[in-house]
């Protein structure tokens, strides 16, 4: 099991930008990918960025692409998420977390960390 910290979140004006990390505390070698979810309460988990932890690919839901970048730092068991260009619907708590993907969605959670709140207003 790896532990995830995130850190980052915060609250900013439509328009603005923020970076997440994510410091693991060590490799997550039952995993095939890493990524980004975020979770409004009442509303279904929406898979946000992964990247495969094999070759390096990234991808992305509709909704953040070209306004998001994921991206990992593997000397520092850190994993990043860019965000620009934010929007309201945008806010909602973000975890980091290990497991096995599909394109941009985890099929397979192994670990999670305990989430960091982005508040998007206008």
């Known amino acids: 099991q790896v532990e995830l910290v995130e850190s980052g979140g915060d609250s900013v004006q439509v328009g603005g930008s923020l970076r997440l990390s994510c410091v693991a505390s060590g490799y997550p070698h039952r995993s095939s990918c890493m990524g980004w979810f975020r979770q409004i309460p009442g509303k279904v988990r929406e898979d946000v960025a992964t990247?495969?932890?094999?070759?390096?690919?990234?991808y992305y839901a509709d909704s953040v692409k070209d306004r998001f970048s994921i991206s990992r730092d593997n000397a520092r068991n850190t994993l990043y998420l860019q965000m620009s260009s934010l929007i309201p619907e945008d806010s909602g708590t973000y975890y980091c977390?290990?497991?096995?993907?599909?394109?941009?969605?985890?099929?397979?959670?192994?670990?999670r960390g305990q989430g960091t709140q982005v508040t998007v207003s206008s």
């Open positions: 977390a290990a497991g096995d993907c599909s394109y941009n969605h985890f099929y397979a959670l192994h670990d």
């Open positions: 990247v495969f932890l094999g070759g390096g690919s990234t």
